[in-house]
């Protein structure tokens, strides 16, 4: 999302450097778009399909031998064991892709299968289940105008590393220094004292997993004060009341022993954020992945609301994106998908077409009808990425057939029948239909391909529509991304004053749409109009959160840290070890541990240990650290490479996975989010 600026000289890159003039990220740029020119050279990036040989070597074959395959084997399999037969699973990527987005819907109904899995049961499925109950479409997220806000809370976010997330935030140091400059405050809520906190004007160490109980008590507080104000929204709202009773048993004293915040902060912030003059509470990963993620963001939702910063300037808005799904498609949050079926095995909630992917592993293993005998994985590497790795990857060793979209021989697709190689990055064209539709601005910017690809090299687009046809044996319809995206911009908010493709190409450095605005009256998709402040099936939850915190089960003393996990400004996900700008610098895949919990178990600083769950064990560097609450570990996301190909998996970083550790069968029971936070583990001193 970041403007960037690329000197080059036929195919050389001489510099990358922020676009000033970008509208949204005015000049900034983190180490990943400087290491766009890493990725464009790397001789380890795969170019030409590869399939699977006899004795576990990859060959080359050609774009039309692939794709029959690819379409041949799923009919078969499909023909033989049923639709459901056939899983897919979607990784990150594909959400900064706007070919994938166009283009995935047709494939995934091609196949037809019920067993659909992506990277949004590990990261933000609660917010759209939050999204669909209270304001009708999973995809109306509410973003906080950071630019005018004068108190802005962030629960279990670090932007100052990520670049915010639910919230496109490219220069957050600026528009922070900015919020600060005009007399407003960040406060951080989180178990590790991050590179945010550090910016910040408060922060406060929260336990693991509490945030629901914290945010109950700011709205009972927010109750009792007799506070509530719901400005122009107060014909709009239903379920005050029944809010108000489900939170009276929540009060600051209660649940302040067991978050570690005390009451006297709790009901101080609730003062804060009630008197600012634009108030915001942001809740995303450390308040998303874990046990209570549903809560959470339900909760968060319901405060902005209730402290009257909801659709307001300087609290939580709604975007009028240029190209906006939602408009595209107005009837499909509406029929609630969420809980229409229940998985197979261990009857999880199904929402919006997909299962939790934490039930993948036992979908594959589990004999019977609709038993998962092959997978697509497209732009993902779930070995990595998602709970308990280990298992997924013996379970996914044991499929028929196994096919890749991707750049990289990953941990993944290293165990497919088939690697189907993609063009992106600095050879492909991009709008970000997702990421605008979150950004704290209105902009809208296209970028186009700076080098064509080579003439055997297909975009991910070309590929997944190849496929797509193959299966419903029909002739190429010449739709391109740019033809639905220009569609989409002219039929848009903007398209009366003109906005096209056309347009968009004659400014390169994007457009400017304006600071949000308020618009969610007319962009609400509830039924009936009404923004449902206390939606029966989150209502009901909270005896779920009661009963875990307030009944005796007593503490677990063998496993007695939580293990919580955190980003590098320098990696990103599972995929970009191999450039060497951005691996440089010491290691960084360390456990952090306050000095206090280290000497109590006799570990000094440096030395590898072992750490373990209910799952397994691994061996770590600890790095102590006065950033870390007593009782809470931290390691970073995204690493580990168990190179057992024996070939060399270009997007390995080394270093050991977190998903070894972390408990698939931690989820939200609300939502069906990974609890990927949280897991209980053991530290010890290798012997
Ligand atoms: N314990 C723990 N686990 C986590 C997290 C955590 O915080 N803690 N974070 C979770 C989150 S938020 C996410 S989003 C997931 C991410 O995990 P995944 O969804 O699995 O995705 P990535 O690791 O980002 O990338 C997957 C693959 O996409 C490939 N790729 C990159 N660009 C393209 C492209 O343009 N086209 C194609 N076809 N492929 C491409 C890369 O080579 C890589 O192999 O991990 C989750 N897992
Ligand atoms: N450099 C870089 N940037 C990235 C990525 C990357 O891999 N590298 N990944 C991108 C992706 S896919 C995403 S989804 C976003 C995520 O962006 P963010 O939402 O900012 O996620 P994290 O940086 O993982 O920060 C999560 C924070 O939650 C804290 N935490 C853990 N458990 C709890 C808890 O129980 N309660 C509270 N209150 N806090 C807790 C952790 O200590 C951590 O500081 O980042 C994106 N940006
Ligand atoms: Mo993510």
Request: charged content about 20%.
């Amino acid at each position: 999302m970041c403007g960037i600026e690329i000197e080059y000289k036929g195919k050389e890159i001489l510099s990358i450097k922020g676009d000033k003039k970008d509208p949204l990220s005015q000049g900034h740029i983190c180490p990943k778009g400087v290491a766009l020119q890493d990725f464009y050279k790397d001789p380890d990036r795969l170019r030409k399909p590869l399939r699977k040989t006899a004795n576990g070597g990859w060959e080359t074959i050609s774009w039309e031998v692939a794709i029959d395959t690819v379409a041949n084997r799923i009919k078969a399999i499909q023909a033989k064991h049923g639709k459901n037969a056939v899983a897919t699973f979607l990784g990150n990527p594909n959400a900064h892709n706007m070919g994938n987005t166009f283009f995935l819907p047709f494939l995934l109904k091609a196949i037809g299968s019920k067993n659909r899995f992506s990277a949004s049961s590990v990261d933000q499925l609660p917010h759209h289940v939050a999204s669909n109950y209270m304001f009708g479409h999973g995809l109306l997220s509410p973003i906080p105008d950071i630019d005018r806000t004068n108190f802005m809370m962030m629960i279990g976010s670090n932007p100052m590393v990520s670049n915010g997330s639910m919230m496109t935030v490219p220069n957050f140091p600026k528009r922070l220094k900015a919020l600060q400059a005009r007399g407003g405050k960040l406060v951080v809520i989180d178990p590790r004292h991050t590179e945010t906190a550090e910016k910040a004007d408060q922060h406060f160490f929260i336990k693991p997993e509490t945030d629901a109980l914290f945010l109950a008590a700011l709205i009972h507080t927010v109750f009792k004060k007799d506070s509530v104000r719901l400005k122009h929204l107060q014909t709009h709202i239903k379920g005050l009341e029944k809010l108000k009773a489900a939170l009276q048993n929540f009060s600051p004293e209660r649940v302040a022993p067991i978050t570690g915040i005390t009451a006297t902060n709790i009901k101080a912030i609730a003062t804060q954020m009630l008197a600012a003059e634009g108030a915001v509470c942001h809740s995303r990963m450390g308040a998303s992945t874990q046990l209570f993620g549903g809560l959470c963001q339900w909760l968060t939702n319901a405060l902005n609301i209730v402290t009257g910063n909801f659709d307001c300037e300087g609290g939580m808005m709604f975007t009028q994106p240029a190209a906006d799904h939602i408009m595209a498609s107005p009837k499909k949050g509406r029929p609630r998908s969420y809980g229409r079926y229940q998985s197979r095995v261990s009857g999880k909630p199904y929402y919006n077409g997909e299962f939790p992917v934490s039930v993948l592993a036992e979908e594959i293993e589990t004999e019977g009808e609709d038993q998962i005998k092959a997978l697509l994985v497209i732009a993902g590497n779930p070995i990595l990425s998602t709970p308990n790795g280990l298992r997924l990857e013996k379970a996914i060793q044991q499929l028929e057939f196994v096919v890749s979209i991707d750049i990289y021989l990953n941990e993944t697709n290293c165990h497919a029948d088939i690697i189907l190689p993609v063009a992106t990055g600095l050879e492909a064209s991009n709008y970000d239909v997702i990421f605008h539709a979150m950004a704290v601005r209105n902009t809208a910017k296209y970028s186009p391909a700076l080098f064509n690809k080579a003439k055997d090299q297909r975009y991910d687009w070309e590929v997944i529509k190849a496929i797509t046809q193959k299966l419903f044996n029909m002739p190429d319809n010449g739709f391109t991304p740019e033809m639905i995206l220009d569609n989409m911009l002219q039929s848009g908010y903007y398209g009366k004053d003109g906005l096209s493709l056309e347009k968009l190409k004659a400014n390169p450095h994007g457009i400017d749409l304006g600071a949000l605005r308020p618009c969610l009256l007319q962009r609400l998709q509830t039924d009936d109009e009404q923004i449902d402040l206390a939606p029966d099936l989150f209502v009901t939850d909270l005896t779920r959160l009661e009963n875990t915190y307030f009944s005796v089960n007593g503490e677990n003393t063998e496993f007695s840290f939580a293990l919580i996990g955190r980003r590098n400004l320098r990696h990103h996900n599972t995929w970009t070890h191999n450039s060497e700008r951005l691996k440089r610098g010491r290691n960084a895949c360390t456990l952090l541990m306050h000095p206090k919990d280290a000497t109590a178990i006799g570990i000094e600083n440096g030395e590898t240990v072992k750490i373990t769950s209910c799952i397994s064990s691994i061996n770590i560097e600890v790095e102590l650290s006065n950033e870390m609450m007593q009782g809470v570990v931290s390691m970073p996301q995204g690493w580990g490479n168990r190179k057992k190909t024996g070939m060399k998996i270009a997007a390995a970083y080394g270093g050991v996975s977190i998903n070894c550790l972390t408990d698939e069968t931690r989820i939200d029971e609300l939502t069906g989010n990974a609890a990927l936070n949280g897991t209980r583990v053991k530290v010890e001193k290798l012997e």
